[in-house]
């Protein structure tokens, strides 16, 4: 099974899995979450993240999903699994995301179910107003 490992500023990846999960059901295994604070050092961070990693490794692969570009946990994740075969780093993850991972993560191969996360969080994105109601 593909691991995942939600990433982001306090407490946001803790409540979107508790989301996500009441949509698609709990998922007893292969996830885990890392609420970083800016309470804590780099070094502790970092050491959190590669604790996280050394757990989670999967032969079938490794996406983290992570809650903004540029921020702590992307700047952190990245240097430690540049060389790791089998990882992604997904930023920008929002409810949409993690539903189409936790749904797909089992039959899916790597590169097909970051794919679908990618494509399926960008669906998210839209303004329905307009979409929905032409105005």
């Known amino acids: 099974m593909i691991n995942i490992i939600v990433i982001t500023h306090g407490e946001f990846g803790a409540y979107l899995i508790e989301a996500a999960e009441g949509i698609v059901g709990v ?7 890392i609420p970083i604070s ?20 999967s032969p079938d692969g490794l996406v983290f999903m992570i ?3 540029g921020g702590t946990p992307m700047n952190v994740v990245l240097p430690l699994v540049k060389d790791i075969p089998g990882t992604a780093v997904v930023c920008g993850v929002n409810i949409n995301m993690l539903t189409s991972a936790f749904a797909y993560r089992q039959n ?27 105005g």
């Open 108 to 134: 899916l191969g790597f590169d097909a179910l970051v794919e679908k996360i990618l494509e399926d969080g960008k669906k998210a994105i839209c303004e329905v107003k307009s979409l929905l109601l032409g």
């Open 27 to 33: 998922q007893y295994e292969g996830l885990k979450n």
């Open 38 to 57: 800016q309470r804590m050092s780099l070094e502790k961070i970092k050491s959190v993240i590669e604790s996280g990693i050394t757990e989670m490794q």
């Open 67 to 69: 809650d903004m570009p």
